[in-house]
């Protein structure tokens, strides 16, 4: 089985830091990579996703992940944050032996303080 | 074009009941899958449900049980509630033909309480 590891529980930044939220998984086969956020009282929401090709993917809200295939991540990024990004952040992998199985991180709770 | 709907929002029930749980998918979906969220965790895997059959499962006992509709909504049934099937439970839909290479878009989720 898959397994997905977001190593960072909560993280706490101020208005324009930039931020990087570790991923890392343990498939060794070709894998699809995905972040979604879930906002407070908000349902799970796509933010990027890779399936081939360019290895940094650019997403919406200004965020962007790079897929490095050799350290099995996928961390996210942002080089600025508003307060607007404070959210619970999640990590997913599936495969095409999974099909539409999809396993999730335990997520990042990121505070952003105004 | 309404995206995924799950009711109810929230539920209350005591230990050994049985509770069931609705979902529609988002409008061209076809596939549902359902997950199970328990407070400070990422979703788990329950099973997916396309063409009226059951195509995958997670690590779930058999109390968790499931059906699609014809017109692609499904349930989630759980029996002999325990207190630890206590979690937000997540339905999620997508279009069985993209394969592997889908996005899955989830519902507002049914918050269960077995007390």
């Known amino acids: 089985a898959q397994s997905v590891s977001q190593h960072n529980h909560h993280v706490i930044l101020s208005e324009a830091a930039s931020l990087e939220l570790g991923c890392n998984y343990s498939?060794?086969?070709?894998?699809?990579l995905f972040w979604y956020v879930q906002y407070p009282g908000q349902h799970l929401q796509l933010l990027l996703k890779?399936?081939?090709?360019?290895?940094l993917v650019k997403g919406i809200k200004g965020f962007e992940a790079e897929f490095i295939k050799s350290k099995f991540s996928f961390n996210l990024r942002k080089p600025s944050v508003q307060w607007s990004d404070t959210a619970e952040y999640f990590c997913?992998?599936?495969?095409?032996?999974?099909?539409?199985?999809?396993?999730f991180g335990t997520g990042t709770s990121l505070t952003v303080i105004p | 074009d309404a995206g995924v709907t799950q009711s109810p929002t929230h539920l209350i029930k005591t230990r050994g009941q049985q509770v069931t749980l609705r979902c529609s998918p988002k409008s061209g979906h076809d596939t549902v899958s359902w997950y199970q969220q328990a407070l400070g965790q990422g979703p788990q895997f329950i099973f997916q449900?396309?063409?009226?059959?059951?195509?995958q499962r997670g690590n779930f006992p058999d109390r968790f049980s499931g059906h699609q509709f014809p017109n692609y909504s499904s349930e989630l049934n759980v029996n002999a509630l325990l207190l630890g099937d206590s979690a937000l439970y997540l339905c999620?839909?997508?279009?069985f033909g993209a394969g592997s290479y889908n996005e899955q878009f989830f519902g507002p989720g049914t918050r269960l309480t077995v007390l």
């Open positions: 498939y060794g086969g070709t894998v699809n």
């Open positions: 997913a992998v599936n495969s095409q032996n999974t099909g539409n199985q999809f396993y």
């Open positions: 449900y396309y063409e009226e059959e059951e195509r």
């Open positions: 890779y399936f081939s090709g360019d290895p």
């Open positions: 999620a839909s997508s279009y």
